[in-house]
């Protein structure tokens, strides 16, 4: 993984390149500042301070970069991405205040995914001198770029047993303990629905549970979605569907990445994150449209769809999870296309059934700028998923308000009392900006992050 405490470091006064925040409101006032030849340069390339804009630029005594603020006077998450994008290497300072979080584009634009690559951007690292905490800002890069790295591995190197491999070395790092149900043993332990999705592929699935911390800290309980590839199953999607499937797992990856910020924050918490991993594959062992399914729970689920098969390995996961009695419960899971159909690639969709964690997570959300949107359980929607033979159906009835019904029929398996919230994310940008390459992508983390911390407060 990048070293991305070698990007930053304490500003002690050394000499470093200025980097100088230009929001579009004062872009007038910047460019009547520079030089002949610097405003030249603004006009040659189109500069006005717009979002992701940065432009290096001669000053009198050398050089200088501009970076647009948007609609902002300081600096969000993002806006220092497009600086270090442009920034030969070398030591840099910002112009001004800086808060820690504004160190996020800066650390992610200098992330890349190598693991395939001959040919890679070889600069030097450019390093960012700052009077901000560093810890924060490095952790929480970490945490993205677990997410970045692992969705975007093809699913031939990341399959059930890696994700376990995952969470194990993630455990050992923080002195957690780890368990792992495999194949068979779904059936033997009370997994049945991980057991019938799984069962179609050589790689087998398995329930993965990582416990840290100790009594008598509140339990707080993670889960993620853990479809390593998703073919769809017997219902096989389409290949144009299919081609994005290695990022089923991005439920898991945030579940893996917000356990990695709990642990390293030693947040006073006991943690159980739950990850429930699988390939959902076609073979003459897969579940077929009208199979009738055991869960943990011990509701029966009729198969409508067999590409409905995120919430039916989640549906144990949160029975377990339940069954622990946390005092919070947080899902995240890459769970309906429909949740993209109504807020887009960027904006997880975000279900809970307690207001006060709703709207903590919202808040949270402004504040770190990693935003949600609230979508209600609409509860007169049980009826779409009625089954004639069973206690429910996997797939809605015409298909209708889809990423309702997916958070309707998870909220059966989770313990009445329990304050849960489950977020269904797309865990993947579909156009490149800096700092945000095309790929795997964190989404909700800081703003789950930060409503730990508030709630448990930092030890």
Not at 177 to 191: I, Q, Y
Not at 284 to 301: E, F, N
């Amino acid at each position: 993984m990048t070293d991305f405490s070698s990007l930053v470091a304490p500003d002690r006064g050394e000499p470093a390149i200025p980097i100088v925040g230009v929001p579009e409101a004062g872009f007038g006032a910047f460019r009547a500042s520079l030089s002949e030849a610097a405003r030249a340069a603004v006009e040659g390339h189109g500069f006005r301070g717009k979002t992701d804009e940065a432009l290096v630029l001669p000053t009198h005594g050398g050089w200088q970069i501009a970076v647009g603020l948007g609609a902002s006077d300081t600096p969000g998450r993002w806006s220092l991405a497009a600086a270090a994008h442009v920034a030969p290497a070398g030591s840099y300072r910002f112009d001004g205040s800086l808060e820690a979080q504004a160190l996020h584009g800066w650390l992610m634009a200098q992330h890349r995914f190598t693991r395939y690559r001959r040919n890679e951007d070889n600069r030097r690292p450019r390093r960012l001198l700052v009077r901000a905490p560093l810890h924060r800002p490095v952790a929480e890069a970490e945490a993205a770029a677990r997410i970045r790295d692992l969705v975007d591995t093809p699913a031939e190197a990341l399959g059930p047993a890696e994700l376990e491999s995952t969470i194990r070395e993630l455990a050992t790092a923080h002195g957690a303990s780890v368990e792992a149900v495999v194949g068979e043993t779904l059936l033997e332990r009370g997994f049945p629905a991980i057991h019938a999705v799984g069962r179609a592929s050589p790689r087998q699935p398995r329930l993965i549970t990582l416990a840290w911390g100790s009594a008598p800290h509140p339990l707080v309980a993670l889960v993620g979605k853990g479809i390593t590839f998703d073919t769809g199953g017997l219902n096989l999607k389409p290949g144009t569907s299919m081609a994005l499937m290695k990022k089923d797992m991005g439920g898991a990856a945030h579940a893996i990445a917000l356990a990695g910020l709990v642990m390293q924050a030693r947040l006073p918490v006991r943690l159980l994150l739950v990850v429930a991993a699988a390939d959902n594959a076609v073979s003459g062992h897969a579940i077929r449209p009208g199979d009738v399914i055991a869960t943990r729970k011990g509701l029966s689920v009729e198969i409508g769809n067999t590409d409905a098969e995120g919430r039916l390995v989640l549906a144990d996961a949160l029975a377990l999870a339940s069954e622990a009695a946390p005092a919070l419960i947080l899902d995240f899971a890459t769970l309906t296309g429909a949740a993209r159909v109504a807020l887009g690639p960027d904006l997880p969709a975000l279900f809970a059934n307690d207001d006060d964690l709703a709207e903590a997570l919202l808040s949270a959300g402004v504040a770190t700028e990693d935003p949600l949107w609230r979508l209600p359980f609409w509860q007169p929607y049980r009826r779409l998923f009625r089954s004639e033979i069973a206690d429910l159906n996997n797939n809605a009835e015409g298909g209708m308000a889809g990423a309702i019904v997916g958070a309707l029929f998870l909220e059966h398996f989770v313990a009445r009392g329990i304050p849960w919230a489950h977020l269904d994310l797309y865990a993947w940008n579909p156009k490149a900006a800096p700092g945000r390459p095309k790929g795997g992508a964190a989404m909700g983390l800081f703003a789950a992050f930060r409503v730990l911390e508030d709630r448990f407060g930092a030890a």
